[in-house]
């Protein structure tokens, strides 16, 4: 929780969303040296329909690792988050990649990709609509990121099952007819938070460690 909270990603992030902010989900992706399968091009609102209205997330992608090219960085086509608009994907052979489709080549232009690389520490950010994906690790090295999902406390959130809820949120929840879990992390203007950190930390860790441990390609 301690990245999560940190004041200068919440900084960063109100720049980017505002003052109101929801943590929808963190989880870590890793790829072991020499192995771990591509992600194809993607973007993340196509994956999202349905559940978020509007789709309003932006992502922070932080290095554990450094993160280069060699071992399998993220790449993006930047500018495509401007478009706002759902894509069209074909199948992909089973087991040869992480999502088993990616976008059709008429969506992607290779001539505007620009590799994501990061030295452990650092860290990118990216918006719901833009056009990203990665290559495989070919490289005797892990790369380990840590993501952080986060948006605007008015958009509405639909809950595919009762687990599935907002864990921690800041500044003013402005949600009409979203599901919202009482868990509440420290507000930069007030004293003491609501609930112990420590509760939360556990709920957590509880949940991304075992995910940590198969690794997530």
């Known amino acids: 929780m301690k990245f999560l909270t940190h004041p200068a990603v919440l900084d960063a992030v109100e720049a980017l ?3 109101d902010i929801t943590l929808w989900s963190s989880h870590f992706i890793s790829k072991p040296g020499g192995d771990g399968l591509p992600v194809s091009w993607h973007t993340d609102a196509d994956y999202w329909k349905g ?10 992608w932080l290095a554990v690792d450094r993160s280069n090219r060699e071992n399998g960085c993220m790449r993006v086509i930047p500018g495509t988050h401007h478009e706002r608009k759902e894509r069209r994907y074909r199948d992909l052979p089973e087991g040869s ?16 990709v620009v590799d994501i690389e990061l030295e452990a520490g650092e860290c990118s950010f990216h918006d719901a609509w833009l056009i990203h994906g ?12 840590y993501t952080m999902r986060y948006m605007p406390s008015s958009v509405v959130f639909a809950p595919l ?12 929840r402005t949600f009409q007819g979203a599901k919202l879990s009482t868990q509440k992390f420290q507000n930069r203007s007030e004293n003491e ?16 460690m075992p ?3 198969k690794g997530l390609y």
């Open 17 to 19: 969303i505002g003052p």
């Open 51 to 60: 559940r978020l209205q509007p789709i309003e997330v932006v992502t922070v």
């Open 97 to 112: 990649n992480v999502f088993g489709t990616t976008l059709e080549e008429n969506e992607i232009d290779e001539a505007k």
């Open 134 to 145: 990665s290559l495989p690790n070919h490289s005797p090295r892990r790369r380990c990121g």
């Open 161 to 172: 099952g009762p687990r599935d809820t907002h864990k921690v949120w800041c500044g003013e």
């Open 193 to 208: 938070p609501e609930t112990s950190i420590n509760t939360l930390i556990t709920l957590h860790l509880s949940q991304i």
């Open 211 to 213: 995910v940590f441990a």
